[in-house]
T-cell receptor, first 117, second 117 residues
Framework: GAGVSQSPRYKVAKRGQDVALRCDPISGHVSLFWYQQALGQGPEFLTYFQNEAQLDKSGLPSDRFFAERPEGSVSTLKIQRTQQEDSAVYLC???????????????FGDGTRLSIL | AQKVTQAQTEISVVEKEDVTLDCVYETRDTTYYLFWYKQPPSGELVFLIRRNSFDEQNEISGRYSWNFQKSTSSFNFTITASQVVDSAVYFCALSEASGGGADGLTFGKGTHLIIQP
């Protein structure tokens, strides 16, 4: 497909379990972003990749959150020992921009809705 | 630190009415970009427009128009002759050159627009 693809679309996990969320960006997009969107709120930045390099992870809420993009394309966001406050929609976005600051728009996927029971 | 405020949590109008969504931003940078995104019920964020801090020209695209005023730090969005398909949550977002410690977009909390037939 031409857009950003995220999987799974929905994920339900028990508290304490580990989860992995996948993002397949638009082909050729250098920049990749992860955001967390709580119910009724705007997306909040988690982390940024330029190709395979994770240049900014200042938004990750704790050391239980880990992201990788080993070959500069597909990215995985992993959450270890999930807690109820991790319940949110996790959005992935990609951009043609070669830096994080750019007038190039970010193109978003449909998100993964994570529910922690 | 950067901040985006969308004071209108929810707006409801009858189809064919004009409606304006407000956005006020805070930044210490002189170079920044402003964006509007639409989030329909499906969840995907759809890019609508970007504006850089050096271009205060207003823009019109079909039924959509944007009014950028640096003097009041506002970037308001108007939909003329609204349609039911315009119903969605609309987000204003800011990207700074310095990043303020984060490389991603800073979003407002969104305005839920309801167009009634």
């Amino acid at each position: 497909g031409a857009g950003v693809s995220q999987s799974p679309r929905y994920k339900v996990a028990k508290r304490g379990q580990d989860v992995a969320l996948r993002c397949d960006p638009i082909s050729g997009h250098v920049s990749l972003f992860w955001y967390q969107q709580a119910l009724g709120q705007g997306p909040e930045f988690l982390t940024y990749f330029q190709n395979e390099a994770q240049l900014d992870k200042s938004g990750l809420p704790s050391d239980r959150f880990f992201a990788e993009r080993p070959e500069g394309s597909v990215s995985t966001l992993k959450i270890q020992r999930t807690q109820q406050e991790d319940s949110a929609v996790y959005l992935c976005a990609s951009s043609l921009a070669v830096t994080s600051f750019s007038n190039q728009p970010q193109h978003f996927g449909d998100g993964t809705r994570l529910s922690i029971l | 630190a950067q901040k985006v405020t969308q004071a209108q949590t929810e707006i409801s109008v009858v189809e064919k009415e004009d409606v304006t969504l407000d956005c006020v931003y805070e930044t210490r940078d002189t170079t920044y970009y402003l964006f509007w995104y639409k989030q329909p019920p499906s969840g995907e964020l759809v890019f609508l427009i970007r504006r850089n801090s050096f271009d205060e020209q207003n823009e019109i695209s079909g039924r959509y128009s944007w009014n950028f005023q640096k003097s009041t730090s506002s970037f308001n969005f108007t939909i003329t002759a609204s349609q039911v398909v315009d119903s969605a949550v609309y987000f204003c977002a800011l990207s700074e050159a310095s990043g303020g410690g984060a490389d991603g977009l800073t979003f407002g909390k969104g305005t839920h627009l309801i167009i009634q037939p």
